[in-house]
């Protein structure tokens, strides 16, 4: 009953973007006939209005997983995650992200939304430069993964990734820890993507796209958070965080992942 689609590779580092509302449901503003393959899913993915919505349907919303993510390919991926998961009626909903790198996974952090999802349209982008991956709810970060590859934590740069959309059940885990159940009765779920752009630095051949005076499209290559940003980071995080890996001294008993004690430290310089 799964569904998913899939964006075009993007190799190298990539700043992109999406407007979505879940009422549940999936829509982009670039060309869906070009750019995206619905790859499974039984016709559940419908591309509509010529290739302006993509939109994905699952047979009300608890239990199910709304998520939007970059991946590579191969048994030591690479991975990005912004999922969206279902809800109670009239609790808030929670937006989940993790970061994988050579395949390992684990680093989720959580946050409940300071609005309705299912109102409206909103923006949800992920910037991934080689200084760190940012992840943007209405131009306003709420997560930095940075580059530590100083200290031996291993960063996302040297394998291309494609993009993902999927709507799909994960009762097991995604409401209140799989305690609440899909209700089928309230299906069928959708959800819609539009305005989807990417701005991605490209290698071919061993040539770069992006010029080496980059141009204020390229600005986002070397983009970091200026002090305004930092604040509303830490405002996001100090009102809306709910679950943070590197918080979590049960699950990680032998001590914290190498990156959650030494998050302080310069990063990577671009």
């Not at 591309?47 to 919303?61: H, R, V």
């Not at 799909?168 to 995604?174: G, P």
């Not at 290559?221 to 809306?240: A, G, I, P, R, T």
Request: proline share 4%; net charge neutral; glycine share 6%.
């Amino acid at each position: 009953m799964d569904t998913l689609s899939s964006l075009s590779n993007a190799q190298g580092m990539l700043l992109i973007t999406f407007l979505m509302v879940e009422t549940f449901m999936v829509a982009s503003a670039g060309n869906f006939n070009k750019d995206v393959d619905i790859t499974w899913g039984d016709s559940r993915g419908k591309i509509l209005n010529n290739g302006q919505l993509l939109t994905l349907s699952l047979d009300k919303a608890s239990g199910t997983v709304t998520a939007y993510y970059l991946k590579s390919q191969g048994s030591s991926w690479d991975e990005i995650d912004f999922e969206f998961l279902g809800n109670l009626s009239g609790d808030p909903y929670v937006v989940h992200t993790n970061v994988y790198t050579k395949g390992k996974g684990g680093r989720e952090q959580q946050f409940y939304l300071w609005f309705d999802p299912t109102a409206d349209f909103h923006t949800y982008s992920i910037l991934w430069n080689p200084g760190h991956v940012i992840f943007y709810v209405d131009d306003r970060p709420i997560r930095e993964f940075k580059n530590l590859e100083s200290v031996g934590i291993p960063y996302p740069k040297n394998q291309p990734m494609r993009m993902y959309c999927s709507l799909w059940n994960a009762d097991d885990w995604a409401t209140r820890g799989g305690l609440v159940k899909t209700d089928w009765s309230q299906a069928p779920f959708t959800a819609s993507f539009r305005n989807f752009t990417a701005n991605a630095y490209v290698l071919s051949n061993g040539v770069s796209s992006c010029s080496s005076n980059a141009s204020s499209n390229n600005a986002w290559f070397s983009q970091e958070l200026d002090s305004s940003s930092q604040k509303v980071l830490k405002w996001v995080q100090k009102n809306y965080m709910v679950y943070n890996y590197c918080k979590d001294a049960k699950r990680f008993p032998e001590g914290l992942p190498v990156e959650c004690t030494v998050r302080n430290r310069k990063q990577i310089k671009i």
